[in-house]
């Protein structure tokens, strides 16, 4: 058993550890990581969508050696998959983050590490044994932005993700319900304390994560300033919230790297359009410049090969790997990435397919 299990029996499926979390955890953590923004129809959608579409495998084909590894970005990976950016781990797990790191290590995952990560970008590194990413926002204090890329490259991370889906905080209402503030004891640890004072102490009717993102978010932003963010380190730029062919055609334009085609979990724009409805748009008009990969609603094997047959070069997930820390630490978020990456494999022998290669948009269709 890895180091923060609380010796619980694995969970079968994703819903399992989900119901786990939200026994667990304090109803404003959960509310927090859980909720959405406006309606909350978008934390249902996504689902709707994926369910839409239908697998259509080929039969009598020799799949008695599969291969679902792959390279993204120059890192090789055990499969497709990657840890999408979540602020605060340690709301999970005590040790936060830095389980997270040893968890993808040992599934050969990826893990985008928060701006706001509750464990230093230091100390995940040294837990790391897999590739990582840092995830930055665009804040007033471009120093601060500045000295977290600095940092991030000398300590090994590969590479860059910067959110563009997040000029200011959606309103959430179970957070204003609640007048969320992140706990005494939990802080957002690579950032000066006083730009993150407002995401603590709440107030009655006022999500105080939203209060910050109000205080120190720069909306005035464009796609001229990625020049900016480029002379800062040789690290490779991936724009993470991406929902047009436009913008990616854009990105694409301006030397990014990568694009995460991602609708922030259902946490920004109400309504917005879900992310696998446009991700074959997006990955026609990128052409092969850069990979593309989607971020969304994610929750099992099948879901995973749909979007490589869409062409997405692999898959993040977020929240299911917080409701492993939560289960059992380390061992619950890498049980949640075996038990995702054990049913991709399984996926792929049933569709007739022994690489991710072979999978392509002849094996999907929508119901």
Request: with cysteine; hydrophobic share 40%; charged share 25%.
């Amino acid at each position: 058993m890895g180091r923060g299990s609380q010796h619980t029996p694995p969970q079968l499926t994703l819903r399992g550890y989900e119901d786990e979390a939200e026994r667990r955890l304090p109803r404003e953590v959960w509310d927090f990581l859980a909720g959405g923004s406006g309606t909350e129809s978008m934390l249902t959608s996504g689902r709707t969508a994926l369910d839409r579409l239908r697998l259509r495998p080929r039969c009598l084909v020799d799949v008695s050696e599969r291969d679902p590894g792959t390279t993204l970005l120059g890192a090789r990976l055990a499969a497709p998959l990657g840890i999408a950016p979540m602020a605060y781990h340690r709301l999970a797990h005590p040790e936060g983050e830095v389980a997270t790191a040893r968890a993808a290590g040992e599934t050969g995952t990826l893990l985008t590490v928060s701006m706001f990560a509750s464990r230093s970008l230091e100390d995940i590194a040294d837990a790391a044994s897999g590739p990582l990413w840092l995830q930055l926002y665009w804040l007033k204090r471009w120093d601060i932005v500045e000295r977290l890329a600095k940092r991030a490259e000398a300590a090994g991370y590969r590479a860059l993700v910067l959110t563009v889906d997040a000029p200011s905080i959606a309103r959430r209402p179970r957070d204003v319900r609640n007048g969320f503030s992140v706990p005494d004891g939990i802080r957002a640890v690579n950032v000066d304390p006083e730009v993150m004072a407002a995401s603590h102490g709440g107030n009655a009717g006022e999500s105080a994560v939203a209060r910050h993102a109000r205080e120190q978010f720069d909306a005035s932003v464009t796609w001229a300033d990625l020049g900016r963010l480029r002379e800062l380190t040789s690290l490779p730029l991936i724009l993470k919230g991406v929902l047009s062919a436009e913008d990616a055609d854009l990105a694409v334009r301006h030397g990014v790297d990568g694009i995460i085609v991602s609708n922030h979990g259902g946490r920004q724009l109400d309504s917005a359009v879900d992310a696998v409805d446009v991700l074959p748009d997006i990955v026609d008009t990128v052409g092969g410049r850069c990979p593309v990969v989607l971020d969304g609603a994610v929750r099992s094997g099948t879901d995973i090969v749909k979007a490589l047959c869409l062409g997405a070069s692999a898959v993040f997930v977020g929240r299911p790997v917080l409701w492993g820390l939560t289960h059992s630490g380390e061992d619950g978020a890498a049980s949640v990435l075996r038990l995702l990456t054990g049913e991709l494999d399984e996926t792929m022998a049933l569709m007739g397919a022994s690489g991710i290669q072979e999978l392509n948009r002849s094996g999907v269709v929508r119901r």
